[in-house]
């Protein structure tokens, strides 16, 4: 109440001095004040807001750019990794048969050397040791690809068939023939057990975990599983929309 006293004696004073024009001035440029301050107010407030909607869509447009683009670096590393994977498990099968079937030569070779006498042995030791000892070296550069099984048991292997012809060298060399042969003899022996144990062993082993035994047939359907399949396909999905909770 003392605010509109005060404010209608400023008026009284002003209608004193200017008369009632005066005070009809003063209230219209009062009015007019009020007014273009809200109007001034209402347009700021209005271009704040446009300008947050922007900065709003802006931010979320970045976000979807960012997120997009890792979705995209995502599954582009997916793909890289199948395809790694891929390859690299193709390259271990090729290679574990590949070696596989090098070391299983040289037992061939070995076995021929069964009928060499003494001068044929003589003169096939070397090249028979420069075999054994490339198929060695072979076997621990592709590790990796063979795995620690077929590694350490086609490692085994070579040096068995490796040893089982050394010792028959050796008995043909020896100088005491009587007294040493029924030693070496018996560490000869000794490898061709090995060797006896480990072909079947390795061959169970790739043919369990390589699948190199399974043709075509391995994929055909039986009639029992083509009948629920026929069934099955002839089923129709539930419409979502028409279930309801009970």
């Known amino acids: 109440m003392e605010e509109i006293d005060k404010i209608i004696k400023t008026l009284e004073k002003i209608q004193t001095v200017f008369g009632l024009t005066g005070v009809i001035i003063v209230i219209t440029l009062v009015v007019i004040g009020f007014l273009l301050y809200r109007y001034l107010v209402k347009s700021v407030e209005s271009v704040a807001e446009e300008a947050s909607k922007k900065s709003l869509i802006m931010f979320q447009s ?11 670096l995502f599954f582009r590393n997916e793909n890289i990794r199948d395809e790694i994977t891929a ?7 090729e290679t574990k048969l590949q070696i596989w079937t090098e070391t299983y030569q ?6 021929k050397s069964g009928n060499f ?16 000892q490339e198929n060695r070296e072979i076997i621990f550069l592709n590790s990796v690809y063979l ?6 048991k086609l490692i085994t292997l070579n040096n068995s068939i490796r040893h089982a012809i050394r010792s028959q060298y050796r008995i043909n060399h ?22 006896e144990a480990l072909l079947p062993e390795i061959e169970t082993w790739i043919n369990s975990n390589l699948i190199v035994d ?4 391995m994929w055909d359907f039986s009639e029992e599983e083509l009948r629920i399949i026929a069934e099955q396909n002839k089923e129709k999905f539930v419409d979502i929309s028409t279930i309801t909770e009970k």
């Open 87 to 93: 390859h690299f498990a193709i390259k271990s099968i």
């Open 147 to 152: 795995g620690g099984f077929m590694t350490s």
């Open 62 to 72: 970045t976000i979807d750019d960012k997120l997009d683009t890792k979705f995209k």
């Open 214 to 217: 399974h043709n075509t047939k």
């Open 174 to 195: 020896l100088v005491f023939p009587v007294r040493d042969e029924p030693r070496i003899e018996q560490d000869r022996r000794r490898y061709l057990d090995r060797i």
């Open 117 to 132: 006498d003494k001068e044929q042995l003589d003169e096939k030791i070397a090249e028979f040791d420069k075999k054994f």
């Open 106 to 111: 040289l037992y061939f070779d070995f076995l």
